[in-house]
């Protein structure tokens, strides 16, 4: 607006079956790059690779302020961090409710409830209207960590008058309501108590209330709990700098993990995707240094399967099952629960915001038409 942009998130993608050698997939920047001496900022929505994960590779290109909420920001400076903190970037930590002037645009962060702590739904007005980006977001009154979406700041939004609503798409296509965390918890206890042997969990390392969620469930049962993998470190390191994680058990040392009974035992870890170098692939193919199963042990995963990575995770699984390790997911017991809106809270978040033009993003052509048909 007025010669100014504004940005919102730069994240990455994952490869599939067709990109041999990718690791990550990278957004074409060129049309803002071209414009990089009109950008105000970059804003972020919330901590999710897909919203912030090309910021260590790609800032040279822009270069301007970033914004985001204190775990956003924490993730990230990890992030940046691990790669040689190649770039002096202003980093300017904003909560919800707070409203920062960054060029032409006021923006004011709402709080949401999604699958990772800090979320935000954004607020964007500059003289043309109101913009509200909502991020990744679902609705939410038990959500393990922090609180559920601000629906009485967004209709208090609404009622001002909004102009477009850029909003999720990833559950176009799914009737009713997204279940709460709370019931993923629930569903976790029961597999935890259902098996014999030593229990080993993957989850989002991002997910913050799911690891809550995996050590409250192994409490529930007297087991210990031991946390495998770099990334689910990083992110539980995060989550306690900026205050969630509080009172949590010692952890059993990876090393020390041998030593327990096999039923005294939860191991989370990474791995949900099928990724080769992550503890679950290895754990799978017994080539793990700290960590084996035997037949008999279980596996749960709570994690949905991310679109293109089925083949990878079916040859986890795979090998799981020709070593007769028990495999839980969420089609066998309610162990995952979503981030994102079904349709009955989409429709719900239209009648409180009212935009004059729906922009649906975050999904496949199928997820993105849906949300259309939805929203006309």
Known sequence: ????????????SFPDDSMPGIDVVLPDLSFIESRRDKLAGLVLTHGHED???????????????????????????????????????????????????????????????????????LAIRCGAGTLLHTGDWKFDATPGLGSDTDSTRLAEIGDEGVLAMVGDSTNAMVEGRTASEAEAEAGLKDAIAAATGRVAVTCFSSN?????????????????????????????????????????????????IALLPRENIVIICTGTQGEPRAAMAKIAAGTHESVSLDPGDTVIYSSRQIPGNEPAIARVQDALIRRKIRLVTDEDAPVH??????????????GLIRPKIAIPVHGTARHLMAHAALAD
Request: charged share 20%; net charge negative; glycine share 8%.
């Open 1 to 12: 607006y007025d010669g100014s942009w504004l940005m919102v998130d730069l994240g990455i």
């Open 51 to 121: 919203h912030l994960g090309a910021i260590p590779y790609m800032w040279s290109k822009l270069g301007c302020p970033v914004y985001g909420s204190a775990f956003t920001l924490a993730l990230l400076r990890r992030k940046l961090a691990e790669n040689g903190n190649k770039y002096d970037i202003p980093l300017i930590e904003m909560s919800p409710g707070s409203v920062f002037d960054i060029g032409a645009f006021s923006v004011e962060m709402v709080g949401l409830a999604h699958s990772i702590p800090d979320p935000t739904a």
């Open 208 to 256: 913050v209330a799911r690891i809550q969620s995996i050590i409250r469930a192994a409490q529930a049962n007297d087991r210990s709990v031991a946390v495998v993998g770099r990334a689910i470190k990083r992110a539980m390191s995060a989550a306690q700098e900026v205050g969630y994680l509080r009172d949590l058990p010692d952890f059993v040392a990876e090393g020390d």
């Open 337 to 350: 629960v979503s981030g994102h809106p079904s349709r009955d809270e989409m429709i719900e978040m239209y």
